[in-house]
T-cell receptor
Framework: DARVTQTPRHKVTEMGQEVTMRCQPI?????VFWYRQTMMQGLELLAY????????DSGMPKDRFSAEMPDATLATLKIQPSEPRDSAVYFCASGLGTATQETQYFGPGTRLLVL | GDSVTQMEGPVTLSEEAFLTINCTYTATGYPSLFWYVQYPGEGLQLLLKATKADDKGSNKGFEATYRKETTSFHLEKGSVQVSDSAVYFC???????????????FGTGTQLKVEL
């Protein structure tokens, strides 16, 4: 049963520290999405990649957030420096991008708490 | 831009009751529509989808029909179980011809609680 995996599952850190979250998409999927979920804002799309190239990162605060895909099996989301308002659950999702709308498969999320 | 509106929760039902969760959308062209479910502490799972008008998506006893005339995609189940307790998200993926085919736009989610 193929699944998206995310590490770590939980992270507690102090304000100002760097946070790196990792995602392994389903093997063969070529599109990766990063979402943030909070009670106040709901689910927000931060960025997404197709064939490892960033297609849209307009939802991401550029000054402190960065997203990369070093290779087809790994996507990373980095926050530097972290702030308390970054506390949220961060989800990665992957899909098999074609010319039509695609189904996205979500990982279990990284629950981040910035003190 | 695209948007999805869901009914406010929580919705509390007794086991075996009928469920409806309303969802309406605003989008240009012909989006695809989805229902995702999130169980406590987990990520979102695709429940069902419909890609064109009048299509009915169904899975695990849940159904939703893509109604373009009313821009709706209401989720229904004839007899809910305690195990259906979760948060349900309606979402749309924009029309690829208008450049929106890759992104999902989510509603705010509706929490369902099913009691014995």
């Amino acid at each position: 049963d193929a699944r998206v995996t995310q590490t770590p599952r939980h992270k507690v850190t102090e304000m100002g520290q760097e946070v790196t979250m990792r995602c392994q998409p389903i093997l063969g999927h070529n599109t990766v999405f990063w979402y943030r979920q909070t009670m106040m804002q709901g689910l927000e799309l931060l960025a997404y990649f197709r064939n490892r190239a960033p297609l849209d990162d307009s939802g991401m605060p550029k000054d402190r957030f960065s997203a990369e895909m070093p290779d087809a099996t790994l996507a990373t989301l980095k926050i530097q420096p972290s702030e308390p308002r970054d506390s949220a659950v961060y989800f990665c999702a992957s899909g098999l991008g074609t010319a039509t709308q695609e189904t996205q498969y979500f990982g279990p999320g990284t629950r981040l708490l910035v003190l | 831009g695209d948007s999805v509106t869901q009914m406010e929760g929580p919705v509390t039902l007794s086991e075996e009751a009928f469920l409806t969760i309303n969802c309406t959308y605003t989008a240009t062209g012909y989006p695809s529509l989805f229902w995702y479910v999130q169980y406590p502490g987990e990520g979102l799972q695709l429940l069902l989808k419909a890609t064109k008008a009048d299509d009915k998506g169904s899975n695990k006893g849940f159904e939703a029909t893509y109604r373009k005339e009313t821009t709706s995609f209401h989720l229904e189940k004839g007899s809910v179980q305690v195990s259906d307790s979760a948060v349900y998200f309606c979402a749309l993926s924009g029309d690829i011809l208008t450049g929106g085919g890759n992104k999902l736009t989510f509603g705010t989610g509706t929490q369902l609680k099913v009691e014995l």
